[in-house]
């Protein structure tokens, strides 16, 4: 979203980035070398195929962002959309990352399960495992992947409807 002409309120230096967990997860990042103010909704949605599936945002998420926005940020109500994306990443069914030995074969890892989170999040996964594999020990239970076995998908980051 474009930042009114001189309002300073909504740079980097001002506004950090933010999150909103609530009904739907919001998030955003302030005006950066002149880009535009970024929201974005990053509620787990339908299973995509991102070989076939259509990859331009919908008119109903557009409008629940530019709602949310003016709900959310007033000085934004009248914003004019800069640009819009669609973002698509894996995710594990309960929104938790996995780390953790490949069964059968402790030399083996998986490292992910978040897609784009794991990836902001390498340096920090990178050296949790390497503390696993040059000192041993166990893994965290939330990362395992015997954890995955007969779950269903739940809401966004492992969050239940009403919890926070």
């Known amino acids: 979203f474009g930042v009114p002409a001189g309002d300073k309120r909504f740079a980097a230096s001002r506004l950090p980035v933010w999150v ?8 955003g990042v302030p005006d950066v ?25 919908t008119t109903e998420n557009i409008a629940r962002t530019k709602s949310y926005v003016a709900r ?38 998986i490292v992910g399960g978040g897609s784009g989170h794991a990836f902001k999040l390498g340096p920090s996964l990178g ?21 995955q076995r007969g779950q269903r998908r739940s809401t966004q980051w492992g969050l239940k409807n009403g919890e926070r």
């Open 127 to 147: 050296e949790y495992v390497a503390g696993k594999v040059v000192h041993g020990g166990m893994v965290e239970p939330m990362f395992s992947i015997e954890r």
């Open 72 to 109: 959310r940020f007033p000085a934004l109500r009248d914003a004019p959309l800069l640009e819009s994306r669609v973002c698509q990443y894996a995710n594990s069914p309960d929104g938790h990352l996995v780390i953790d030995r490949v069964p059968g074969a402790d030399n083996v890892w």
């Open 20 to 27: 909103d967990l609530d009904d739907r997860i919001m998030y």
């Open 33 to 57: 070398a002149g880009r535009g103010f970024k929201a974005g909704d990053d509620t787990r949605g339908d299973r995509f195929d991102p070989t076939t599936d259509h990859r331009e945002p």
